[in-house]
């Protein structure tokens, strides 16, 4: 004689429905610092603050140019901001020339 459980499944009469059940799967995955997204903005609140005074020391001190452009405020910020963009959209076009297909050493 079989009974069921509160799942509706059919169970031997007499077993444990607690034996019958799956056993759970582990959650002990490990949680890191940048799991947490409020971790996440205090870095890029802190890297923003970081840029911020940089981008304010450059009222502090002489500077000593060889190019009459890198007289003006902001001069080195706005010069390798634009260089950064530059390289990540030249690499987004290297990136068609030089990739290889997903299955290449497979072959």
Same mark, same amino acid.
């Given at each position: 004689m079989t009974t069921q459980d509160d799942s509706g499944t059919p169970t031997p009469n007499g077993? $444990?429905? %607690? %034996?019958?059940e799956k056993p759970a799967t582990p959650t002990d995955e490990k949680t890191y610092w @940048? $799991? #947490?997204?409020g971790n996440v903005s205090k870095i890029f609140y802190a890297v923003v603050t970081v840029c911020l005074l940089l981008l304010? %020391? $450059?009222f502090f001190y002489d500077k000593? %140019? +060889?190019h009459? @452009? +890198? #007289?003006y405020f902001g001069f080195s910020a706005f010069f390798?901001?634009?260089s950064y963009v530059f390289i990540v959209f030249a690499a987004k076009q290297l990136r068609k020339i030089v990739m290889r297909p997903e299955d290449y050493y497979d072959r």
């Open positions: 077993a $444990d429905s %607690a %034996a019958t @940048l $799991d #947490q997204s304010a %020391a $450059d000593h %140019a +060889e009459p @452009l +890198e #007289q390798g901001f634009v």
